[in-house]
């Protein structure tokens, strides 16, 4: 038997739960785990599948599925399960992201492939080649900035990514670069209660007096840091630790946080509502 995942997002009404599970049926597939969600504010119905049956493409999979997505209006994915994603990771100086990243795709806990690793600095180069991987080193200037952005989707292409995460890369991407892209670039953002920006946010945090800090996964787009959470944590904090204390356990919360996000769009667990999304955590 082979499994796969198909997700559905079309507009609500009835008969869609039963449609799909018709089309499975003349599949002679089984479903094995499912969730669905219908959004009344938007009239946005959501549903994820996991199934298994004897028809080995996927190709012939979707054709007892396309069907249904016509006859419904609705956006279709099909994949087979064990067909994981290929995803480009980007990074700056700070390698914490990284380094987590790396150690969960190593010990299998996270079902991705790197093919590449990209960086506007040279500094992450001896991690990432140590576990085999190609490193990218592409500076970026006000003047270069179009030549490797142009760049950075020919590194795409070439490497077939499914989906790109930037894993603390502290350059702004241009809108022409999210739009390609939509909905297929992580970011993680450390976020506070105010949120912080510019220079030494944990300083700026301590300073105030803040009591929680955390981190927020979200999907880019041209507004900065306004995408589509994917994901967020908090840890309370008090006023006996140091702005240094902040640091490191504000790292620990984005590694965690960026890594659940990862996971759930490489197992097509995220769906899209306009600005919001949908994701189907499971266990």
């Known amino acids: 038997m082979h499994r796969y995942v198909m997700t559905l997002s079309c507009p609500d009404r009835p008969g869609i739960v ?5 089309a499975l049926l003349a599949a002679d597939a ?28 996927v190709d012939d999979v979707r054709s007892f599925l396309a069907p249904v997505a016509d006859e419904f209006g609705g956006d279709l994915t099909v994949r087979a399960e064990a067909a994981v994603p290929r ?5 700056s100086k700070m390698d914490h992201c990284l380094h987590d990243l790396l150690y969960r795709w190593r010990t299998g806990d996270l079902a991705i492939a ?23 080193h592409l500076p970026v200037t006000a003047a270069t900035k179009q030549a490797q952005e142009a760049r950075l989707v020919e590194l795409v292409d070439e490497h077939a ?19 390609r892209f939509r909905g297929r ?10 949120g912080f920006k510019g220079a030494k946010p944990y300083q700026q945090a301590h300073d105030r007096g803040v009591k929680l800090i955390g981190a927020t996964a979200h999907y880019v787009t041209d507004d900065l ?14 006023h006996a630790q140091s702005a240094a204390d902040y640091a490191v356990i504000g790292r620990d919360v984005e590694r965690m946080v960026l890594a659940r996000a990862v996971r759930y769009h490489a197992e097509s667990r995220v769906l899209l509502i306009g ?7 499971g266990h």
Do not use: K, W
């Not at 039963?18 to 018709?22: F, G, K, L």
């Not at 785990?33 to 994820?48: I, K, L, T, W, Y």
């Not at 840091?225 to 008090?238: F, S």
């Open 30 to 57: 089984n479903i094995v785990e499912n969730a669905q969600f219908g959004d009344e504010p938007s009239r946005v119905f959501c549903m994820r599948t996991r199934f298994e049956t004897d028809l080995a493409s």
């Open 114 to 136: 790197i093919p590449i690793v990209v960086s506007n600095h040279a500094d992450c180069a001896d991690l990432v080649e140590g576990h085999g991987i190609p490193y990218a």
């Open 87 to 91: 995803v480009l990771i980007m990074v």
């Open 275 to 281: 600005h919001r999304t949908v994701v189907f955590a």
């Open 225 to 238: 840091d306004e995408g589509p959470i994917i994901e967020q944590d908090v840890v309370r904090v008090t």
């Open 185 to 194: 670039i992580i970011n993680i953002h450390h976020s506070f209660l105010p």
């Open 161 to 179: 990514v499914d989906f790109i995460v930037l894993a603390r890369y502290m350059q702004v991407l241009s809108p022409e670069l999210c739009a």
């Open 18 to 22: 039963h449609a799909v599970s018709a």
